[in-house]
């Protein structure tokens, strides 16, 4: 008589995963995100995505000044398995400029993700890994909607926040860490059909 033996997931670590990427199985311009011990391949960017990006990397580049780290789709150590990559990220100034190890969340005063396809996800799986780590804001850019999804207040204990608002264009909104860089709708999403 044979054993019923169920099969079993096996998580990747941090440290399995950047094994992976030293070892080359995966490519150095791979698509891939580690979250909670898996593997995630990163949909196509199309180009409402890209033209959003491009837009908001100007201009938080140019309002953060020396307030703030701009980080573009660079990784964030969540330990002990994530390691989600956001579209941007505004970190804490560190004289290092995180040269000596990869940013965590205590180092994020803002992680954004520009959404289209990815909406779903980001909402859902994204939302709930920020908090449970303690990231102190996120939000997601909706590409078509021209909306802007807002959370606040990290609820380590249960992975939810203590607010969330989603602001319909035209709206401005500054993070709440980092209050001299506003940005207006008009500036992500100008003129009729752009974005």
Request: proline share 9%; glycine share 6%; hydrophobic share 45%.
């Amino acid at each position: 008589m044979n054993a019923v033996i169920e099969p079993t997931r096996h998580k990747l670590s941090i440290d399995d995963y950047m094994r992976l990427g030293e070892a080359g199985v995966l490519a150095p311009d791979a698509r891939v995100e580690l979250i909670e011990g898996d593997l995630i391949d990163m949909p196509p960017i199309g180009p409402g995505h890209m033209s959003v990006t491009n837009r908001l990397n100007r201009l938080l580049i140019r309002r953060a000044g020396d307030d703030a780290i701009v980080s573009v789709a660079h990784p964030m150590s969540l330990p002990p398995w994530s390691m989600p990559q956001p579209d941007f990220m505004l970190l804490a100034p560190r004289p290092d400029d995180y040269a000596s190890a990869h940013q965590g969340a205590t180092d994020v005063l803002l992680a954004i993700e520009v959404a289209d396809s990815s909406l779903r996800y980001d909402r859902s799986t994204k939302t709930r890994l920020y908090a449970a780590h303690g990231v102190t804001e996120y939000w997601i850019v909706e590409v078509g909607a021209r909306r802007l999804h807002r959370f606040l207040g990290p609820r380590v204990t249960d992975a939810a926040w203590a607010s969330s608002e989603a602001m319909e264009a035209p709206f401005s909104v500054a993070a709440r860490a980092l209050p001299r860089i506003v940005l207006r709708s008009d500036e992500i999403w100008p003129g009729p059909g752009a974005g």
